[in-house]
């Protein structure tokens, strides 16, 4: 038996089917990054804004241009859930969400400070004395608490 063409499969091919199983792609991505697991008659997303809603917190979401709807629904139900929340979105293209916020980075955009930065950190610790990520393994850590 042959596979049926990729549109009838619900297949990438389809714009509408993408968006049917991406819709569950972010909040699950989101929800284990954040430590959130399943329970049994929850949904995901119920589970995500009563973990956000008490919290101050800053959420980064980098290339939501792929799954452009989906980050969008996202970002307004957290927001919505948590005054507390913020979000920061990198996408090529705007998620057009109420009180969005957009700043074109033009092509090949360089921060004059990261490169004065990076060459302070070649040279030994950086200015302000902190110690370098190889010096510090647990740093990220506990950021992403």
């Known amino acids: 038996m042959t596979d049926p063409p990729m549109q009838s499969r619900g297949d990438a091919a389809n714009p509408a089917d993408q968006l049917r199983w991406a819709r569950p792609l972010v909040p699950n991505a989101v929800a284990a990054a954040l430590g959130i697991h399943e329970e049994p008659g929850r949904a995901i997303m119920a589970l995500l804004t009563e ?29 919505r859930a948590g005054p507390g929340v913020r979000i920061l979105a990198t996408s090529r293209e705007a998620l057009r969400t109420d009180g969005e916020v957009t700043w074109r980075v033009p092509p090949r955009w360089r921060c004059p400070s990261l490169a004065v930065g990076r060459r302070r950190a070649q040279g030994g610790r950086a200015m302000s004395g902190r110690p370098r990520r190889s010096e510090s393994p647990g740093a990220l850590r506990s950021v992403r608490r």
């Open 51 to 79: 973990h956000v809603a008490p919290r101050m917190l800053l959420l980064v979401l980098d290339n939501c241009e792929h799954l452009i709807d989906a980050c969008a629904r996202l970002v307004e139900e957290l927001l």
